[in-house]
């Protein structure tokens, strides 16, 4: 049967019990290499640079990400496509039959490690659900572990510090596998981390270790990254914002963290870079005749939309802005709406889904500038394009990385 880590807790071990009927005798979460990533935000960017540095250095790659922006299928990723729906659906109900208890994400995630290891994919890219600890994710066996930004989120579950949450997040260390984490993390964060680190045996592989020797551009910043085998770039990220760029840093670090297992040159690595796709972070989408312009973004939580309001001030200063905003009822909505309430000209509030969703007319409350609630999202949409168009503003559509699929704007495949 299968073993779990020496150095986790009953309360683990108990947790990841349930899925041994499944997993058996099977060694299906060791046959696949793979890049387990965790953090509050920025854990998909790093993942999908990851995978394309991956891929442009010759790999059959597997991406597992969460949530879909549009259709399920976007969370597993063989090669860069997503799976087909009919295997996916199939999968599903397959691993559902053996373990009824599971929810949406376990059966999901198991349905990526089936389909990779049936399309012969050479390594995978992980991204945790929700901390790391206790996530279902945690059953793999990595080439190196990464944590990403670190946040408040998800605090009923993972603890109400940044302290706590980093602790959980952090275990996903295992003995003997490299950690790379982010470099801007604060001090008590990044002293939580490297205790679970040592109490696991996993060595500490500093972001900051690649350093970004030239920043030149707003939107599109060219970047030259100097790495311990020498310089990746000069590249263009195809990610905006600011937090990219850090990003970028810690994507790299894992690939040097992984030196001796992958091969990759530095233009393939600055090639991965450039022909990155992660839609629904900070991205354009196709304006139609007098349309306005329009920026999506997640920012689902306040860290997130922190990081766009700066994102929004630094490359836009005082430009109108129209916002089109809905907000998981599970978040800070209070802090988030304070974010963007300081970029926003007038806000339509509406629901992305109204089962878990805020009530647009309680979002719609907690601005200070105009705000009107339109609980259909393609009328809210509708309301929202009128308003920019009218004032000649800027259209930012944000709060819920379901917004996008709800109001039918964009694709999976758009960069």
């Not at 891929?55 to 059959?60: E, L, W």
């Not at 894992?254 to 040159?265: D, N, S």
């Not at 839609?279 to 989408?285: D, H, I, T």
């Amino acid at each position: 049967m299968m073993s779990f880590p020496s150095h986790w807790t009953e309360e683990q071990k108990q947790r990841f019990d349930v899925y041994l009927p499944y997993l058996g005798t099977r060694r299906l979460m060791q046959e696949i290499p793979c890049i387990h990533v965790a953090g509050t935000n920025g854990k998909g960017s790093v993942c999908a640079m990851l995978e394309s540095m991956l891929r442009q250095a010759g790999y059959r790659t597997g991406l597992f990400t969460s949530p879909h922006l549009y259709h399920e299928t976007e969370r597993i990723l063989i090669d860069g496509r997503p799976i087909d729906p009919a295997y996916m659906q199939e999968g599903m109900e397959h691993i559902a039959a053996i373990l009824p208890s599971a929810g949406y994400f376990e059966r999901a995630f198991f349905c990526a490690m089936e389909a990779f290891a049936a399309s012969g994919c050479e390594i995978a890219v992980i991204e945790a659900g929700i901390g790391g600890a206790m996530d279902v994710t945690n059953l793999v066996a990595p080439w190196a572990t990464v944590i990403a930004n670190v946040g408040l989120d998800h605090t009923a579950v993972l603890g109400d510090t940044l302290e706590k949450i980093a602790q959980q997040k952090a275990g996903i260390a295992k003995r003997s596998v490299p950690m790379v984490l982010y470099s801007d993390l604060p001090k008590g964060v990044h002293d939580a981390i490297v205790s679970v680190c040592r109490n696991a045996g996993a060595p500490i592989y500093e972001g900051e270790r690649i350093r970004i020797i030239q920043q030149d551009g707003a939107l599109h910043p060219v970047l030259t990254f100097q790495t311990d085998k020498g310089e990746v770039g000069p590249l263009t990220l195809p990610l905006m914002g600011a937090h990219q760029v850090k990003n970028a840093q810690l994507a790299l670090a894992a690939m040097m963290a992984l030196e001796g297992k992958i091969k990759a040159t530095e233009e393939q690595l600055a090639e991965g870079l450039r022909t990155t796709c992660w839609p629904g972070r900070m991205q354009w989408m196709p304006t139609c005749g007098t349309g306005p312009q329009i920026l999506v973004d997640g920012a689902h939580n306040p860290q997130a939309a922190l990081q766009l309001k700066e994102n929004i001030q630094r490359l836009f200063g005082k430009s109108p802005v129209v916002l089109l905003c809905a907000v998981m009822r599970d978040k800070n909505t209070k802090e988030v709406v304070r974010q963007l309430n300081e970029i926003a000209e007038v806000a339509v509030c509406t629901v992305a889904e109204p089962q878990r969703g805020t009530p647009p007319q309680d979002l719609a409350a907690l601005f200070s500038c105009p705000a009107e609630a339109e609980p259909d999202a393609a009328k809210a949409y509708a309301r929202a394009c009128e308003a920019a168009r009218h004032r000649g503003a800027l259209l930012v559509v944000a709060g819920s990385l379901y917004l996008p699929g709800a109001i039918g704007i964009g694709s999976a495949q758009e960069g």
